[in-house]
């Protein structure tokens, strides 16, 4: 056999071997954790892998060197018809190796595109916010204004409703509705229930504390332009296209699009501070020396109006512990959220559970976003900030700052990489999902710039194994370690969703799961027609859809491999006798 006649030979029997799936998904599931390989054994295998190939199709780990000696002298020796000289069966076992490729590539633009195919379908179907064009609101006095219900440090919040609104759904449920549905529930913790959303006042708006930063609308933009990255188109401009708000568009920031689990400010404006209620007494101090003669406050403010959530993240966790579903839903939604922002350039940098506000949907789930954008980064470098002084803002709460935020030393051409530290913020929120204490909180927390991942706190046991494992994954100091919020909302989507998948994926072939992702469409696409498709779990479906791509699956799946293998390892190790 001559070399051409050993290598079209190989080749022709690696694309067989491919088709017949005695191959392939040996190189496709690993994944390199730790520097160890992972190895999914399956029982037609007779190479061990033991080199990478470079570039991007690196997962298949074929070694020529030890297929060429597997030729030699074992399984394929009656495939290829024996005694080859060494040399030929090198070129030979290449040959193999570039049918398998050749293959996989043909496998892979055929899933990518199948991906394609079923993103543009669900990104047809835009997210709407619920209020429809209206010309009103741009100003004060559009509004009535009620109660307040919520302080901060830069801002106070108070209800409000205004006849533009009257589109606006409330929250389905409040907590106090809840709490009565559910009294018999022995989860739910004792404990005050203050929350409620008023369907009478459907709006919140935030009244910004202006200090210092002048009455100008150019200058109570340049000051507080962070806050209107989630504003809508809308908010800012009224049907005419006039701008509504009176500064330079120059400081109006990158805005972001409208996504289920991501707060939309509908209106945007500046006004005269007006003396609401309780604001003599709560924060006499930021107010103007028209309304406190001691006050500091400019007389203009930046005023912001949303939907009026029933309550926080936090509150909501003060009175009641989801159930794993619930709560396993909740993570998801944070990063489906995370995951948006990224896409679009933005890290949030603040998120903790004050920072995240709750309702229901009509199945008593808790639907989440993310609000309250002041210290985000929306800049054109997009996630990257050069940190060249100690006077730049890395961003708010330091308890939930990831490591490599936290731990990022000032110097030039320094540069910090936000792309995984929201994703990073999430692991550590996961814990207070399931009913434990966040492990970053508190004088005897750990501390993010310090910890090491040994050192956490075991995660709940009675949450899925699939979600202990994501947010381990997600706390990891190594961002190349560390899977994105993207990869992360993957392995939780199959978890849920496509457990009869995960369970074949070690002998299936990556078209199995482009099988289940069709499945999932028409499914999804089906809930749609029906009254289920306003459910948190119909939107939730509909974002992976919109979302998929074959690299970050794939990820997702090596992750839920490699997990299902510790998992195994470890329940060997305690059934051992
Ligand atoms: N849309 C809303 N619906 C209901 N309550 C809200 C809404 N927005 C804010 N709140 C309440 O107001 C509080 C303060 O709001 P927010 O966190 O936006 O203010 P802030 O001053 O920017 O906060 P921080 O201190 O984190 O900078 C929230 O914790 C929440 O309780």
Redesign the pocket.
């Known amino acids: 056999m001559s070399v051409k006649h050993a290598l079209s030979r190989g080749l022709e029997l690696g694309r067989s071997l491919f088709q017949l799936g005695l191959f392939k998904p040996a190189g496709r599931v690993a994944a390199k954790f730790r520097g160890e390989r992972l190895r999914v054994s399956r029982p037609t295998r007779t190479v061990q892998p033991q080199t990478f190939l470079p570039g991007r199709y690196r997962f298949f780990r074929l070694s020529l060197s030890g297929l060429a000696a597997q030729l030699q002298s074992g399984a394929f020796r009656r495939v290829v018809g024996g005694g080859a000289p060494r040399n030929r069966a090198v070129f030979l076992a290449f040959g193999v190796g570039l049918g398998l490729i050749e293959q996989q590539l043909e496998e892979d633009r055929t899933s990518a595109a199948l991906c394609q195919e079923i993103q543009a379908v669900f990104r047809k179907k835009k997210f709407q916010t619920p209020l429809k064009p209206f010309t009103s609101g741009y100003k004060l006095e559009d509004y009535v204004i009620g109660k307040q219900?919520?302080?901060?440090?830069?801002?106070a919040?108070y209800e409000a409703a205004a006849p533009f609104a009257a589109t606006v759904e409330s929250g389905k449920c409040s907590l106090v509705e809840l709490n009565q549905k559910q009294t018999d529930d022995d989860n739910l913790k004792a404990g005050p229930l203050r929350f409620s959303a008023t369907p009478s006042f459907p709006l919140?708006m935030?009244m910004m504390w202006n200090i210092g930063a002048g009455s100008s609308s150019d200058a109570i933009l340049r000051s507080m332009s962070m806050e209107l990255v989630p504003a809508c188109s809308q908010a800012l401009t009224n049907e005419q296209g006039e701008i509504a708000l009176d500064g330079h568009f120059g400081t109006v920031p990158k805005r972001l699009t409208a996504h289920p689990n991501v707060?939309t400010v509908y209106r945007a404006f500046t006004a005269e501070v007006p003396l609401l209620p309780g604001a003599q007494e709560e924060y006499p101090d930021v107010l103007p020396a028209r309304l406190n003669p001691l006050g500091l406050g400019s007389n203009r403010t930046l005023f912001l109006v949303?939907?009026?959530?029933p309550c926080?993240l936090r509150q909501y966790l003060e009175v009641c512990v989801p159930n794993r579903m619930q709560a396993s839903l909740m993570l998801l939604q944070l990063l489906e959220g995370v995951d948006h922002l990224c896409k679009q350039g933005i890290a949030h940098r603040?998120i903790k559970s004050?920072?995240v506000?709750l309702e229901f949907d009509s199945t008593g789930c808790p639907r989440l976003v993310i609000?309250?954008f002041?210290c985000c980064l929306a800049e054109d470098l997009g996630l990257k900030l050069p940190f060249n002084s100690r006077w730049v803002s890395k961003g708010?709460n330091a308890c939930l700052m990831a490591p490599e935020v936290a731990t990022a030393v000032p110097g030039p051409g320094v540069m910090i990489d936000y792309s995984k530290a929201d994703a990073w913020a999430v692991g550590a929120i996961a814990y207070e999902l399931f009913g434990q204490p966040n492990p970053f909180y508190g004088s005897q927390g750990l501390e993010s710039r310090t910890y090491q991942e040994k050192q956490l706190p075991s995660f709940p046991a009675a949450a899925p194994e699939d979600v202990q494992l994501a947010v381990k994954l997600l706390l990891r100091r190594n961002t190349r370690k560390r899977p994105s919020a993207r990869v992360a909302a993957n392995m939780l989507h199959i978890s849920l969703w496509g457990k009869r998948v995960l369970a074949r994926l070690d002998q299936t072939r990556m078209d199995e799961l482009t099988d289940w992702l069709l499945c999932q469409s028409a499914v999804v696409l089906l809930k749609g027609r029906g009254s289920g498709g306003s459910s948190v779990e119909a939107e939730l479906q509909r974002c992976f859809l919109a979302n998929i791509d074959l690299e970050d699956l794939r990820a997702a799946v090596s992750f839920l491999m490699y997990g299902q293998q510790q998992w195994k390892s470890l329940l060997a190790h305690y059934t051992e006798p």
């Open positions: 219900i919520g302080k901060g440090c830069n801002a919040v919140a935030k707060i949303m939907k009026n959530y926080t603040d004050d920072n506000l609000t309250d002041g708010g």
